[in-house]
């Protein structure tokens, strides 16, 4: 995880606390998790994320007393977990609640610190929280329990365009090189059998470390020789030597496609992985130079 110089983000982040009126409060760290908790919740539940804004790079946070406060309130937390929100559990622990449910999603799909933390890119994750949510909020809330599995179940359904996307341009490009500056898409790039190189250079700049000579020689290289079809770029970061290799694949006439660490406003889980594949499959499309 990168570590910048953190300040006090949540203002920027668009950080809202959970309704008051909302009895049963969901708090999530990422906004993905936030949408996807109250897509199956419905008006039920009163559900906020702290990190929300598309604009800035989410490693560049620190936690406030409001984000305490809104912790010590949930009834439900939801985590990415793998070292990505770190913070997180040092807020848990300083504020324990009996009966509070904390869902850690790196957990549910056997990962830890030190694997690619982007997980919600892996197409098993988002079911995998989904069914953990519903789970969670009929405990909560048994009441209206049939009314959460109702709505995971359209959630899951929700998802098969998006497994079809995926299988679809397997079929067409596995095995196709591309390149990313960090990898952020790592897993969904996996899921459609893409080629990805420079893994050395992705994970320097994932670790806000300086690239090793040889790792940006060789990225440059690929770039100028056309030995990639694609250069993926984390559009929340596109900073220094990630930055250069942007800048060199547009010179280059190496298709780019940016994705993103935090889902952006007015979209759905579903939507913005959707608009990404489908910017995958449009930049694979181009003839080779």
Do not use: C
Request: hydrophobic residues 50%; proline residues 7%.
């Amino acid at each position: 995880m990168r570590r910048g110089a953190i300040g006090a983000w949540l203002a920027l982040a668009g950080f809202v606390p959970p309704a008051l009126a909302a009895d049963l409060r969901i708090v999530a760290a990422e906004n993905f998790y936030g949408d996807v908790a109250a897509q199956i919740a419905g008006p039920a539940a009163g559900v906020s994320s702290i990190l929300s804004n598309p604009d800035q790079d989410p490693h560049l946070f620190e936690a406030s007393p409001s984000t305490a406060r809104a912790l010590a309130n949930a009834r439900i937390v939801i985590a990415n977990g793998a070292g990505y929100d770190p913070w997180m559990q040092a807020l848990l622990g300083a504020s324990p609640a009996p009966g509070r449910r904390v869902i850690v999603v790196a957990d549910l799909v056997h990962r830890q610190a030190g694997d690619n933390p982007h997980l919600w890119y892996d197409p098993a994750t988002m079911p995998a929280a989904a069914t953990a949510i519903a789970a969670a909020l009929a405990e909560a809330d048994p009441a209206r329990k049939s009314e959460y599995d109702g709505r995971l179940q359209t959630f899951l359904h929700s998802l098969q365009p998006l497994t079809a996307e995926i299988a679809a341009l397997r079929r067409r490009f596995a095995g196709t090189p591309v390149a990313a500056t960090e990898p952020v898409f790592g897993y969904m790039a996996a899921a459609i059998g893409l080629a990805t190189r420079e893994e050395n250079f992705q994970r320097a700049v994932m670790n806000d470390t300086e690239p090793a000579a040889g790792d940006i020689a060789a990225f440059e290289s690929d770039l100028r020789t056309h030995a990639v079809r694609l250069l993926i770029y984390n559009r929340q970061a596109a900073t220094g030597a990630a930055g250069r290799m942007l800048q060199l694949a547009q010179r280059a006439g190496v298709p780019v496609v940016g994705v993103s660490e935090t889902e952006p406003a007015g979209q759905s889980y579903q939507a913005w992985m959707a608009d990404q594949l489908q910017q995958v499959d449009r930049a694979l499309s181009r003839p080779a130079p």
